[in-house]
Every structure is written in C-alpha cells, then in structure tokens.
T-cell receptor, first 109, second 113 residues
C-alpha cells in the first residue's frame, strides 16, 4: 500500500461546479498536511496547508480527519483556471514530505 | 525573495553518459530536497539535506546517483551513467524549518535517449 493515495481522476466538471478530492495516508504519526497544485509542465506550488480544525481560503476548503487518516479538498464555484493536478502531501515524523500521485481536474466551459 | 533556482531547465543525453543538475535554495533555507517526478505521478524523494549533511538518502540509487551540498547552500545531483529509465523531471525544493511547507524550483527535465 502506498503511503499517500489519491484518485487520479480525471475529474471533468463544468464551470461553477463544486468538486471534492479525497486523499488517504497510512502513517498515523504524520504531523503536517498540505495541498499542492501543479500545472502542466510546471513545478508544484503550495495551495494551502491543512489544519486539524479545517480551514478555508476563498473558494477552497480543506479538512483533516486524523481518526480515519484522510484529507479532503473542496473547490466551490470552479473556474477554468482551476484546471490542474492537485497533489496531497503528508509530512511524517521523519520530516520528509510524501506526495500522493495527484488528482487531475479539468474545468470545462 | 528569490525562489529556488535550478539549472539546466532541459537536458537531453544519450544513455551511459553522465549528467549533473544544480540547485540553489531560497536564502536561509537549511533543508534541501531532491525529488524525481515521472509522468503522471507525484514527486518521489531522492535525498534530503539538513545544511551540508545528507540526513535521508535511503531512496537514492547509489550505484549511479550521487549528490553533494558541500557548503550547506547550493547542491548538485549527478547521474553516472544515465539509463533510459532515468528520464524524468528532477525537482529541488527547500524549507526554512520543520513547520514550513516546501518551495520548489522549476525543475530539470531530463531525457535519456
């Protein structure tokens, strides 16, 4: 079993839709959690950190469920510019950042 | 602030040739990572440095890969000899401290023919 798992998609959604991605992780000692966004042929860039109480940044909401070891990302009112790959990232107690395979999102006009 | 700088952006070599990648992290970032990313997959860690010390190189294929960060600032990753399966994007990243997220350079896209 991989340490961080995501549904690779692709998720094809119309503009304005709400879409949610889930991610599961296997290391119960993991301490920090992030969502990164990666555009085609570009480097990953931090979208948001994920806090235990859940957090929101504009149209994006991240949730963490430590008991079930999963993280979610909700995007409301999708824009064409949201089309990208979304990478779930987990930092364990060993200080390494472990990436999921990513979920591809295509927002369609 | 200047971001993580990597060079070259692209490299095409024939198999069995050597290749080297260079990375300069964000100023003040003591932790430096090298990742490899294959198409359709997430980045996978090769090596992590704390200052000049390689604290985790367990995923580095040491028969052909080597890395150094002699003065605890910039770093070089080398492959010798390269194989067809080494074709990938090599990403360098850095963090300021244990609570900070990763900041990536724009990567080196390696093609081995």
């Amino acid at each position: 079993r991989k340490e961080v798992e995501q549904d690779p998609g692709p998720f094809n959604v119309p503009e304005g839709a709400t879409v949610a991605f889930n991610c599961t992780y296997s290391n119960s000692a993991s301490q920090s959690f992030f969502w990164y966004r990666q555009d085609c042929r570009k480097e990953p860039k931090l979208l948001m950190s994920v806090y235990s109480s859940g957090n929101e940044d504009g149209r994006f909401t991240a949730q963490l469920n430590r008991a079930s070891q999963y993280i979610s990302l909700l995007i409301r009112d999708s824009k064409l510019s949201d089309s990208a790959t979304y990478l779930c990232v987990v930092k364990g107690d060993g200080q390494n950042f472990v990436f999921g395979p990513g979920t591809r999102l295509s927002v369609l006009p | 602030e200047a971001g993580v700088v990597q060079s070259p952006r692209y490299k095409i070599i024939e198999k069995k040739q050597p290749v080297a990648f260079w990375c300069n992290p964000i100023s003040g970032h003591n932790t430096l990572y090298w990742y490899r990313q294959n198409l359709g997959q997430g980045p996978e860690l090769l090596i992590r440095y704390e200052n000049e010390e390689a604290v985790d190189d367990s995923q580095l294929p040491k028969d052909r890969f080597s890395a150094e960060r002699l003065k605890g600032v910039d770093s070089t990753l080398k492959i010798q000899p390269a194989e067809l399966g080494d074709s990938a994007v090599y990403l360098c990243a850095s963090t300021m401290n244990t609570n900070s997220p990763l900041h990536f350079g724009n990567g080196t896209r390696l093609t081995v023919t």
